[in-house]
């Protein structure tokens, strides 16, 4: 297997702004947010789509994702989220992940023309990492 990312923030030798590290799956900042606090979700075993993931990891694998789905309004004073995946089309990064935007209304989002806006600097992502961390516990 050609080298994936995700893997390799899942072991540890990538750093990443994790939130959460726990046997079902990492959560951990995306580097280039919808809105700051939008989280990746990922299954610790490499695993391109959503149907490739067993069976008997998705009661732990959505746990995780419904978890953090409530922690980041929780923690950020968001109103929701957007829970979204890609499977092969538009999917950056060939692991499987589940993307956890915080969402308000009025916050400009519009269909799937997504504005980025970056993190102005690792502070300030660890502060929403932190933040979205102590939610879950």
């Known amino acids: 297997m050609a080298s994936c990312v995700f893997c390799d923030i899942v ?3 990538v750093p990443a702004f994790k939130v959460v590290d726990s046997p079902d799956g990492v959560g951990f900042l995306d580097t280039r947010p919808v809105f700051k ?3 990746l979700v990922v299954p610790r075993d490499h695993v391109v789509t ?3 993931l ?3 990891d998705l009661p732990g694998f959505f746990g995780l994702v419904q ?5 980041v309004p929780a923690a950020l004073g968001a109103q ?4 979204a995946n890609n499977n092969i089309v538009s999917q950056s990064v060939a692991h499987l992940h589940f993307h956890v935007v915080p969402r308000t209304k009025g916050d ?3 269909g799937f023309f997504w504005p980025r806006h970056k993190y102005a600097s690792d ?3 660890l502060d929403y990492a932190g933040r979205i961390a102590a939610e879950l516990g």
Request: glycine share 14%; no cysteine.
């Open 11 to 13: 072991a540890g030798s």
């Open 37 to 39: 606090g939008h989280v």
């Open 50 to 52: 959503l149907p490739e």
């Open 54 to 56: 067993p069976a008997a």
């Open 67 to 71: 978890r953090v789905s409530a922690a």
């Open 80 to 83: 929701g989220t957007f829970v």
């Open 108 to 110: 400009g989002l519009r």
């Open 123 to 125: 502070e300030e992502a």
